[in-house]
């Protein structure tokens, strides 16, 4: 059966779909806001039909990209609540009104988690630091924007991170708060690394094994940072910790348009090109330093206990 979703619902998709809204706590947020939103859309006639809405609506959003695992983990909570609340025998009108609230609570509680791990991190910063960032990571930009707020003189590396950019949005918001950054292609990382002393990158996904997926170009930035012993330090909420890499899944790398490599008029001319456009990639665990989550520091090889220690296993 195929279920009609509000406009709301659809835009919210359009939007992560084509990084309108982007960034993995975002992107999550995002998404279980319109879930929220989607509780109210049609009137169902029992509790049962509900949960099919919602989870066909859940399912839905869940498609619009596929690396940041914030956004399953996400709408999963929603759908959770919705079958706690339905083993509680909640009336149709009582479990919309649970849901809405468990959907409210994920955003309050991802938000504070952000703050959080701002807080933990810019401990590990101090006065004198340069450090280097890639991508736009409100985590990772928690940290240094906590620790500058704390008082500590820091400098900031922000690479561009093609083909998007991001790296100018990173670049604008540090310059604006008034920190010192510096705009660098992705290329440059390693000829200024040795003056780097810690890298700060948020995550879109992190194995149990400690390997985390985020922006494309991460990986060579924590190789390169291993080779001159420089920190990496990664800012992620718990809830991009990936379940499915307990069942020994992979997480799905998301390839975008060749376009945003090349543009289309040149790729036209020149039909003998190929073009690979992956969004993200992986870092092994023995390249990071540790994971700064809103439970506190793990090195990557702890992140298996904080696991089964969140899911109770
Ligand atoms: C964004 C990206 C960010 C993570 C973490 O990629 O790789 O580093 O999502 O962000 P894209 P946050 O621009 O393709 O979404 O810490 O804000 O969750």
């Given amino acids: 059966m195929s279920y009609q979703f509000s406009d709301e619902l659809k835009r919210t998709f359009e939007e992560i779909r084509t990084m309108k ?7 999550a947020r ?3 806001a319109a879930l929220k939103d989607e509780v109210y859309f049609v009137g169902d006639s029992n509790v049962e039909e509900f949960l099919k809405r919602m989870e066909a609506a859940a399912n839905y959003l869940k498609s619009s990209r596929p690396t940041a695992v914030s956004l399953p983990n996400g709408v999963n909570t929603v759908i959770k609540s919705i079958r706690e609340g339905i083993k509680r025998g909640l009336s149709l009108s009582e479990l919309k009104e649970y ?3 468990q959907a409210q609570e994920f955003i309050q509680k991802s938000i504070e988690a952000q703050k959080k791990i701002g807080e933990i991190g810019a401990k590990r910063i101090v006065s004198g630091d340069v450090i280097l960032t890639h991508c736009n990571s409100q ?3 928690g940290i240094i924007e906590t620790a500058f707020k704390d008082g500590k003189q820091i400098k900031v590396f922000a ?3 093609r083909p998007r950019y991001q790296g100018r949005l990173t670049a604008a918001y540090l310059a604006d708060k008034g920190i010192d950054v510096t705009l660098i292609p ?3 990382a390693r000829l200024y690394m040795r003056k780097v002393d810690k890298v700060v ?3 879109d996904a992190i194995a149990v094994n400690g390997a985390v997926v985020n922006k494309i170009g991460t990986s060579q930035i924590a190789a390169i940072a291993y080779e001159s012993r420089t920190r990496v330090i990664v800012a992620a909420e718990t809830y991009k910790i990936s379940p499915q890499t307990y069942f020994g899944e992979l997480i799905e790398i998301e390839l975008r348009s060749p376009y945003e490599v090349a543009p289309k008029s040149w790729l036209d001319k020149h039909k003998g090109i190929k073009v690979l456009n992956p969004a993200f990639d992986v870092t092994p ?5 540790f994971i700064v989550t809103e439970k506190g520091i793990y090195p990557p090889q702890g992140i298996i206990m904080l696991f089964k220690e969140l899911y109770e296993l």
């Fill in 21 to 27: 809204v982007r960034g993995a706590g975002r992107i």
């Fill in 30 to 32: 995002a998404a279980v």
């Fill in 99 to 101: 849901t809405a609230a």
């Fill in 139 to 141: 985590s990772a930009i």
């Fill in 159 to 161: 690479t561009e991170t």
């Fill in 186 to 188: 992705d290329s440059a």
């Fill in 201 to 203: 990158v948020g995550a």
């Fill in 285 to 289: 665990p023995q390249y990071i330093d």
